[in-house]
C-alpha cells in the first residue's frame, strides 16, 4: 500500500509521538478505553483543513447541470415513484421477502441491556408477524409524522455483540430506515397486535407503528396529487396550520403537495398540503404554510450552486444508522439531498451506485484510479461508491477528489492487531482518504480511496 | 467486608478458575472485551437458583394486605394525585426548576454517535426551550400514546463518555421518564419550533412530543373522570375499539375510565374510555374493551398473591433508563406494580423510600441488618432502599433476603483496579447479596445488602 504522503503539520507528529507513547503504555497496564475499538479523540486533519461549506466548492458552476427537459423527465419519474404505493392493489412481495427478518435475525441477538436475548424474543416476533396470513391488508395510507420503517415489529434494538468493533449501538440492525412525514406508502399486512402495519413505500419496505399513518381515500389521494410539490430545503422545520397550530417537523427529503393553482402564495412561500388523522385513523388534509427559506417549488434546478446550498444546511448531523433519530446514513443523505431537484434514487448506497452512467473502477492503481477520477467525474454530481459506502464527488484539491458524506468511521488497527474504528460519525466534507496519517487508520490497510470500485452519473441519459 | 459464605456448586469452583487465568491472560496481552468495563457472560447464581415466579414467594398469604378501608383511603389519594394535573391552572414550577437541564446539562454531552457534542447542540436546546419565555401556557391535556419526558426538548441523546464504566448507552440522561398512554398532564410551556410540549404530570415534569398529547375540554374532563377506574395488569395489551380498530398499547402502571355504570361488561372484561385526537389536536374519547386476564377494577384488592400475580407479568423485562423503550428501571418498576391496587408511588427510589414508615438501616452491621430485616419486613409490602436503587421484599431464603428489583447491574474490580459492569439488566428475583460468588463483584467491595441503608412500609398509617 502507497503512503499516502502530505505535508505534515507538526501536530502530526506530535499526535504520532502521544500515539506512540499511549500504544505502549496500554500494552501492559491497567487500562482505559480500549484503543481497538472505539476511537474518539480530535478530528481527523481533513476536518481541520477542509472547508465545511459545500457552497465553497461551488463557487464557479462546475457543470453539474442537465438542461431543463431532461430534468423534467427524471422529475416524471420522481413523482411516479414518489406516489407508486398508491397505484398498488397488493402487496409487492412475497412473505419470505417482506419477513426476510424472519430469517435473517431468527438468532437472538443482543438487546437495549447490551446482553444476547432469549430465544423467547424472537419467538413472540414471529407470532406478532405473522408470516403465515401475509399479505393480511391491502390499503393505501400515508405517514403523519417522521417514523421509522423496522425490519421486525417492534421499537426494540437488535445489535450484534457490542464487544466487536463497529457493532453494538448505535447500529440497530431493526432500523431499516428513516420515514418522512407525508410519505404516500401501501399497508400489506398487519401484525398479531395491530400495533404494528408492514408499509411498503417507493423505496423499501418494513413495519411502521399503526398509530404513525393514515389511511387515505380515493378523494383524498386526488387532492393530495395536485400536480405541484414542495420540497424541504432546510432541516428541522415546523410545519404548522393556518391557525399557528403545530402539525409536523420536516426534513429535507420531505415533499407536500401544493395547495391552490400555482403562483407565488401571498405572504411569500408556499402554502401546502399535510395530512392529519381524524379519530378513525383516516387521513384528512390541512392547510400548511413553508416558508421560502426552508422549501422550493419543485424541481430546483439542478446546479452545483444549488446542490451546495441544499447540501449545506444538511451538513455535521450526526450520522443516523437506518436514519435513526431522523439522522442520515450515508445513501439517506444522498437520497434526501437529490429530493428537491426531483432526482429519485434508491434507498441503499448499491443500488444509488447503480443509477445512470457507471464507470468500474475496481482493480485500478491508487494513483491511477485518483487521476481517473479528478479527470472525469463532475463535482456535485458524480457519485462514489465503495462497499457499503456512498459519497458525492465535490471536486479536487492539490489532486486529491474531495467529497461529501455521511461517513461513521475508519477502520484502524492497533500494534497489537485490534480492529477498532476511528469515528467521525457526521455529515462531513474529507478528501477520499481521511484520516491517513493516523498510524491506526494506515495499519488497517483501508483507505477509502482504495476501496472505492465506482463511480456514476445518476442523472445521465 | 465479611465474605458472604454459601454451599459453594462444583461450577462456581470452575468459574472462579476461568476467571483467574482469564485475569492473568489479559495482563498482558492483545485484548478483547475490556474485563473493566462492561461485563456480559452467564447469568449470577442468584438467577439460576432461585425462581423468578414471584407468585412460589406467596404461597402462604404473607401478611401484607392492608384492609379495605386503608386500602380505599389510598385509593383516594391516588385518583387526586392522578388527575392533580387537571385541577392545576399555571406551573408548578420556577423557570428554573422546570428547565434545570439547561444549567445540569449545558456542557456538551456526548452523542448518539458516541462523541462529544459540538456546543452548539447545547445553544440550540436553549433558544428551544425559551427559558425566558416559560411559562407560556396553561392547558390541561392527555397523552395519546405511550411517551417520554424528555429533560430538554430532544429525541438526541445525552449520554456521558462511553469510555467510562456503567455509562454511554443506554444512560440517556436527558429521559427523564416514560408517560404511559392514558395520563393526565399540564402543559404549561411550548418550545420554539412548537414540537415540543412542557408537561407537568402528576410525578415528574419534562418535555413531550406535540404530537403525542392531545388538549381536553372542561366536558372531556368531566366525563373522563367517570369515577370508576381499570388498571392493566399485563404489558403489552392492544387496545381497540369497537370496531377492532387498534387505539394504543397499554401496560401495567396504566389506568383509564370504566365506561359504563359499573357492573360486569357483557363480554366480560371492562368497558373503558381512551383518548384519541381530532384534526385539530383535541381529545376525544372513545370506547375500548379490555380483557379480563388483562385488567381489574381498581383497587384490587392487596395482598400478597394478587402483589404476586401483577409481578410475575413484569419479570424479565429488559431494564429502561428513565422508561427507555417502554420498559422499566427500578423506581418504575415499583411505581407501576403498585398502581392496580390504587397505591400511589413517586417517580424515584428516594421518594419511593420515604413514603410511609420507614425504618433507617444504615450504619448496621452486615449481619444485624439482614436479621433486621427478614425479621420485620413484610414480604410484597416493604421496600428495601440504596442509593439510587429500591427493591420490594419477598421473603427470606437461607437466612437471606429475597428481593424483587429492576437493576442494571453488579458493581466490579479487576485485578488492576479497573471499574466495570457485570450487567444483569432486567426485572428478577435476587438475594440481596447477587453475585457474590464472582470475584470481580467481591473486590468491587460493593455488595449490594451493605449498601441498603432504608426499609419503608408504603402503606402503612
Known amino acids: 500500500m502507497t503512503l499516502h504522503t502530505r505535508s505534515a503539520p507538526i501536530r502530526v507528529g506530535i499526535l504520532l509521538l502521544l500515539l506512540a507513547v499511549l500504544l505502549l503504555a496500554v500494552g501492559c497496564a491497567p487500562r482505559g478505553p480500549l484503543p481497538g475499538q472505539r476511537i474518539a479523540g480530535p478530528p481527523v486533519n481533513d476536518l481541520l483543513e477542509l472547508s465545511q461549506d459545500p457552497r465553497d466548492y461551488a463557487a464557479v458552476d462546475t457543470g453539474a447541470s442537465v438542461g431543463e427537459k431532461r430534468q423534467s423527465e427524471l422529475y416524471e419519474k420522481f413523482l411516479t415513484r414518489f406516489f407508486g404505493p398508491w397505484e398498488m392493489t397488493r402487496s409487492g412481495y412475497a412473505p419470505s421477502e417482506a419477513l426476510w427478518g424472519l430469517t435473517r435475525y431468527a438468532k437472538p441477538g443482543f438487546g437495549e441491556n447490551t446482553l444476547q436475548r432469549d430465544p423467547e424474543f424472537s419467538q413472540q416476533l414471529r407470532r406478532e408477524s405473522r408470516p403465515e396470513a401475509f399479505p393480511s391488508e391491502a390499503r393505501r395510507a400515508i405517514t403523519l409524522r417522521n417514523t421509522s420503517l423496522r425490519v421486525l415489529p417492534t421499537n426494540r434494538p437488535y445489535f450484534e455483540d457490542f464487544d466487536k468493533a463497529g457493532e453494538g449501538f448505535p447500529f440497530d440492525y ?15 399486512h398487519v401484525s398479531e397486535s395491530k400495533a404494528w402495519l408492514y408499509a411498503e413505500t417507493a423505496f423499501a419496505a418494513g413495519w411502521v407503528p399503526a398509530g404513525d399513518v393514515a389511511f387515505v381515500s380515493d378523494a383524498f389521494v386526488e387532492e393530495y396529487r395536485s400536480g405541484q410539490y414542495v420540497a424541504l430545503v432546510e432541516d428541522d422545520v415546523s410545519v404548522e396550520d393556518p391557525g399557528g397550530r403545530y402539525v409536523l417537523t420536516a426534513h429535507v427529503g420531505a415533499v407536500f403537495p401544493r395547495f391552490g393553482s400555482g403562483g407565488a402564495s401571498m405572504a411569500g412561500g408556499y402554502d401546502v398540503l399535510v395530512p392529519v388523522a381524524d379519530t378513525e385513523g383516516n387521513a384528512v388534509m390541512k392547510m400548511a404554510h413553508l416558508e421560502p427559506t426552508d422549501a422550493v417549488a419543485m424541481p430546483l434546478t439542478y446546479t452545483s450552486r ?31 439531498l437529490f429530493t428537491p431537484f426531483g432526482l429519485w434514487m434508491p434507498r441503499n448506497s448499491a443500488q444509488q451506485a447503480r443509477v445512470g ?26 457519485l462514489l461508491h465503495s462497499p457499503g459506502h456512498i459519497m458525492l464527488y465535490l471536486g479536487k484539491r492539490e489532486g486529491d477528489p474531495v467529497v461529501l458524506h455521511a461517513i461513521w468511521g ?8 485490534a480492529v477498532g474504528r476511528k469515528i467521525i460519525g457526521r455529515t462531513v466534507i474529507t478528501t477520499t482518504s481521511p484520516g491517513l496519517e493516523l498510524e491506526l487508520v494506515q495499519r488497517s490497510g483501508h483507505d477509502l480511496l482504495e476501496r472505492i470500485d465506482s463511480m456514476n452519473d445518476p442523472v445521465a441519459e
Chains 1, 2 share one sequence.
Open 174 to 188: 431493526f432500523q431499516n430506515s428513516a420515514l418522512w412525514a407525508g410519505t404516500p406508502v401501501f399497508i400489506s
Open 357 to 382: 452512467e457507471v464507470t468500474k473502477l475496481d482493480g485500478l492503481a491508487r494513483d491511477a484510479k485518483k487521476e481517473r477520477i479528478t479527470a472525469e467525474a463532475v463535482p456535485f454530481r458524480t
Open 306 to 336: 444549488n446542490m451546495a446550498e441544499v447540501a449545506r444546511t444538511m451538513m455535521g448531523r450526526q450520522y443516523g444508522w437506518g436514519g435513526l433519530y431522523e439522522n442520515r446514513d450515508c445513501s439517506s443523505l444522498i437520497k434526501d
Open 410 to 417: 475508519l477502520r484502524t488497527e492497533s500494534e497489537e492487531g
